[in-house]
């Protein structure tokens, strides 16, 4: 079977907090784990999670995290609360450029979307931001208030409000920074690697598959690590060993971003695995879109799982030497390590169910890995 052979050939998948038994949590950690959101119930605001001060930018922003990108929302939950409001403010980027390939119906106006953002991060290392706050999470993330507010005309904007229904929120005539471009000032953050995200989005706008695992990490390497990259910055970390493991595991995310996404392309009559380990194994796309759960459909899942594996192990060779302060980026990789085990699990049989399932303790994980201060 391929999940026998994974342990002899990548080493054994270890899943969340290694040693978790032989260590016990302090006292009250599990009533602390509790009121992150995912364990609380699901009358609770998203806004407590900021604290009693957020605005009804952070909570449209924080939102969207939780509906669209839910892990990376809980991990942004746990980095230390200076730098909270800047991740949010970042993935929300991350997610709408995300979200311009499966919105348009024409490769035309994904393009066009593309290009705004674009000129929107030209604009703003210009010193020139748009002086209409536009209807996106990115641009409604309040100011500090050391940022003080930016002249220009403001224009009436919608905030969400309780009921789910926008509310225009009154002009001032000054327009506050939002809190991307606020993060863009107080971290100093690259523009290149803001960049190279929107590039290579734009890039996959085309419905084509990878032709080979090098591709997908290239893909990954200039989305996910450039995301990391942004992070460590935020948190105020430069250092080499910090972004070698940044890119191994931006791998790692996107190639199992890729395989956990292979059922819902499928529906849609899309594949994007790489094609050369298809080829290798004998498997055609029509292969996935019946669903076909043949050993060398699973033999593919199998490779590609394994390289995602290797990444992630790569990464955590090194650990020792990577400064604590930038581990709190890296938490991702209780979730991704999870998604590797559950597919092993089912002997990488990538349409299982059980595969779709939100996991309800990831929440738990990622604070207990958290407080040991590992990835």
Not at 20 to 25: E, K, T, W
Not at 42 to 58: E, K, L, N, P
Not at 72 to 92: I, K, T, V, W
Request: proline letters at 6%; aromatic letters at 8%.
């Amino acid at each position: 079977m391929a999940a026998s052979v994974l342990g002899s050939t990548c080493g054994p998948l270890r899943l969340g907090v290694t040693g978790l038994c032989r260590r016990r949590p302090p006292r009250g950690l599990w009533a602390r784990a509790r009121r992150l959101p995912g364990l609380a119930g699901s009358g609770r605001s998203v806004a407590a999670a900021s604290g009693s001060g957020a605005s009804g930018t952070d909570r449209y922003c924080m939102e969207l995290l939780r509906k669209r990108d839910y892990e990376g929302y809980l991990c942004s939950l746990l980095l230390p609360a200076d730098s909270r409001s800047s991740a949010f403010a970042l993935r929300a980027f991350n997610v709408e450029l995300a979200q311009v390939k499966d919105s348009v119906s024409e490769k035309t106006i994904g393009l066009m979307r593309m290009e705004f953002w674009r000129k929107t991060v030209d604009d703003i290392y210009s010193d020139n931001p748009p002086q209409q706050p536009v209807a996106i999470e990115l641009w409604k993330v309040c100011t500090p208030a050391e940022a003080g507010p930016v002249p220009g005309p403001l224009t009436d904007f919608q905030s969400p409000s309780k009921d789910g229904k926008s509310q225009a929120l009154p002009s001032l005539g000054l327009r506050r920074k939002s809190g991307w471009e606020a993060a863009v000032k107080r971290h100093n953050l690259t523009k290149r690697w803001l960049m190279k995200i929107i590039d290579e989005r734009e890039k996959n706008l085309d419905d084509k598959p990878y032709r080979n695992i090098q591709e997908l990490e290239n893909y990954a390497e200039n989305t996910q690590s450039s995301l990391l990259y942004l992070t460590l910055e935020i948190l105020g970390v430069k250092d080499l060993h910090a972004d070698h493991a940044a890119s191994h595991i931006g791998k790692a995310q996107g190639i199992v971003t890729c395989l956990r996404a292979t059922p819902y392309h499928g529906s849609r009559r899309r594949v994007f695995l790489p094609m050369e380990i298809c080829m290798l194994h004998g498997v055609s796309q029509e292969d996935f879109l019946r669903q076909n759960q043949a050993k060398n459909v699973r033999d593919v899942i199998y490779d590609i799982a394994s390289q995602a594996h290797l990444h992630l192990k790569h990464a955590r060779s090194f650990h020792k030497s990577v400064p604590v302060k930038a581990f709190p980026a890296f938490l991702q990789t209780v979730a991704l390590e999870d998604y590797l085990k559950k597919i092993q699990q089912v002997d990488f049989d990538i349409f299982h169910p059980s595969l779709q399932q939100k996991n309800t303790l990831l929440p738990l994980s990622l604070y207990v890995q958290s407080w040991r201060k590992r990835y």
